[in-house]
T-cell receptor
Framework: GESVGLHLPTLSVQEGDNSIINCAYS??????FIWYKQESGKGPQFIIDIRSNMDKRQGQRVTVLLNKTVKHLSLQIAATQPGDSAVYFCAENRGRTGGGNKLTFGTGTQLKVEL | GAVVSQHPSRVICKSGTSVKIECRSL??????MFWYRQFPKQSLMLMAT?????????EQGVEKDKFLINHASLTLSTLTVTSAHPEDSSFYIC???????????FGEGSWLTVV
């Protein structure tokens, strides 16, 4: 079936380096994407989102890139800090006709920041 | 502060008993709430969509008679795990949405341990 998946289950980076977390999706009807950060034992925390009519969106230290041609989403974290260590999920919203505000989550990437 | 609150955050129950988890929207009216289950080191899996004033919509493979959902008001949805078994032990997370499909808030999750 259609799904949202990630290329790398674990990513280790040095403090201060940039991190790139990737996500592949297969549903061409998806028109809204969200990145979440989840710390151990806590609920998902919104990081940044992007609509399908955009290919890039920037936030504070984070940038999301969307390539609809290859159905690929990435999250870039600049100057990664120890507090960025967490599991990162991409999620897709297929729009109201496809299920309202239901989100389909990817498998997640564990980001480990090494000092 | 939190805009979606879950209670309890942790609960231990005996096998065969039922346990109720509450999800409350604190600062807004949530026409739709979603219940997810997350096993350790896995992604969030949508269980059901809870709509205020109507029956919940369950995802394929989720037993509606085992996971009872009630959305009696615009600020409260409850998930009752009936006749709990050890395999029901998991992290249960709710999210709440307003009519605007871009506004999705997650609770902090509830750890259920069935012994």
């Amino acid at each position: 079936g259609e799904s949202v998946g990630l290329h790398l289950p674990t990513l280790s980076v040095q403090e201060g380096d940039n991190s790139i977390i990737n996500c592949a999706y297969s549903n061409s009807a998806s028109d809204y994407f969200i990145w979440y950060k989840q710390e151990s034992g806590k609920g998902p925390q919104f990081i940044i989102d992007i609509r399908s009519n955009m290919d890039k969106r920037q936030g504070q230290r984070v940038t999301v890139l969307l390539n609809k041609t290859v159905k690929h989403l990435s999250l870039q974290i600049a100057a990664t800090q120890p507090g960025d260590s967490a599991v990162y999920f991409c999620a897709e919203n297929r729009g109201r006709t496809g299920g309202g505000n239901k989100l389909t989550f990817g498998t997640g990437t564990q980001l480990k920041v090494e000092l | 502060g939190a805009v979606v609150s879950q209670h309890p955050s942790r609960v231990i129950c005996k096998s065969g008993t039922s346990v109720k988890i509450e999800c409350r929207s604190l600062d807004f009216q949530a026409t739709t709430m979603f219940w997810y289950r997350q096993f350790p080191k896995q992604s969030l899996m949508l269980m059901a969509t809870s709509n205020e004033g109507s029956k919940a919509t369950y995802e394929q493979g989720v037993e509606k008679d085992k996971f009872l959902i009630n959305h009696a008001s615009l600020t409260l949805s409850t998930l009752t795990v009936t006749s709990a078994h050890p395999e029901d032990s998991s992290f249960y997370i709710c999210s709440a949405s307003t009519d605007s499909r871009n506004t999705i808030y997650f609770g902090e999750g509830s750890w259920l341990t069935v012994v």
